[in-house]
Antibody, heavy 115, light 110 residues
Framework: DVQLVQSEAEVKKPGESLRISCQASGYTFNRYWIAWVRQMPGKGLEWMGI????????RYNPAFQGQVTISVDESLSTTYLHWSNLRVSDTAFYYC????????WGQGTLVTVSS | QTVVTQEPSLTVSPGGTVTLTCSSSTGPVTSDDFPNWYQQKPGQAPRALIY???TRHSWTPARFSGSLLGGRAALTLSGVQPEDEAAYYCLLHLGDTQLVFGGGTKLTVL
């Protein structure tokens, strides 16, 4: 069975850095793009960007370009979402999902940024 | 930035039929935009329902159907069940870096 398992919830302070993860199993990891989606509290879904594990080709929604970094470790079948300077406004659920069609989803990681 | 618009909320009676729509600020939605539909219940991750306009995933009940309707993508629920109460989101592929979700429709079954 295809599974995307995300890392646990995080509580951070403004200005700190953070990396959350998404580990895939049940399919050939390097043949499917992995995307990240943000959902702020009580709001809708926002597509952030996508990476192709085979060659690390990465595309970003312009709204998120420069704000986050998406990376991959093919040996661990794991994709990462990284912030170098968190803001209170980064507080949200973050989901990883498979492919441009987003057929399978991780369970979500809640990131809370508060002073 | 392209804006994708959905009805903010709809109400349907159990057993009834309801159509949710998804429109783009750039013009008519076509099959080249590969419309996708997702269901999200409170406290849960989204679940994919429909891809490429009208193709159901293997787990999607037959009462969910996708189509194009008057320049919009549409999701029709026939024979609505109480468990269909949820938020529904469309996703349009408008380019390599332009995959855009609609704002979502909160469907109430009453």
């Amino acid at each position: 069975d295809v599974q995307l398992v995300q890392s646990e919830a995080e509580v951070k302070k403004p200005g700190e850095s953070l990396r959350i993860s998404c580990q895939a199993s049940g399919y050939t990891f390097n043949r499917y793009w992995i995307a990240w989606v943000r959902q702020m509290p009580g709001k809708g879904l926002e597509w952030m960007g996508i990476i192709y594990p085979d060659d690390s080709d990465t595309r970003y929604n312009p709204a998120f370009q420069g704000q986050v970094t998406i990376s991959v470790d093919e040996s661990l079948s794991t994709t990462y979402l990284h912030w170098s300077n968190l803001r209170v406004s980064d507080t949200a659920f973050y989901y990883c999902t498979r492919g441009h069609d987003a057929d399978y989803w991780g369970q979500g990681t809640l990131v809370t940024v508060s002073s | 930035q392209t804006v994708v618009t959905q009805e903010p909320s709809l109400t349907v009676s159990p057993g009834g039929t309801v159509t949710l729509t998804c429109s783009s600020s750039t013009g008519p939605v076509t099959s080249d935009d590969f419309p996708n539909w997702y269901q999200q219940k409170p406290g849960q991750a989204p679940r994919a329902l429909i891809y490429s306009t009208s193709t159901r995933h293997s787990w999607t009940p037959a009462r969910f159907s996708g189509s194009l309707l008057g320049g919009r993508a549409a999701l029709t629920l026939s024979g609505v069940q109480p468990e269909d109460e949820a938020a529904y989101y469309c996703l349009l592929h408008l380019g390599d870096t332009q995959l855009v979700f609609g704002g979502g429709t909160k469907l109430t079954v009453l």
